[in-house]
């Protein structure tokens, strides 16, 4: 066992952008399927169970043929759960770890309010 281990990881920020989305078909982007090469457009909706801390997303992709119609429909269901900064602290701290850095990416900047992840570098704290 390696006592100067460091415990690296990254999660979702709880950002208020992502919590507060509407809970209605909402269009977010268009892309051109490599398959058929048609336009795909694609529509989310988010509701946010905020007692479970648990974003439930809808995510609807429409395939359009090329005059544009739809041709195809496609759904996915995907429950995101955010732990939020200081839940963090507490959860590492509980279980014998010590937040030696926290970054906003990868990048190693600084995480701020609008941030959209989390990076936590922790070591293991031993009892001597």
Known sequence: MNVDGIFIFGTRFPSTEELLQPSTEEYWKT????????KVDVYTISHYDSLNQVQHYTTIRKFLNDAEEIV??????ISLRYVFPKEMERLLERHGFEIVHLYKNWNEEPITN???EMVYVCKKVWEV
């Open 31 to 38: 892309y051109i399927d490599e398959e058929s090469q048609h």
């Open 72 to 77: 195809d429909e496609k759904k996915t269901n």
């Open 114 to 116: 609008d941030s959209y």
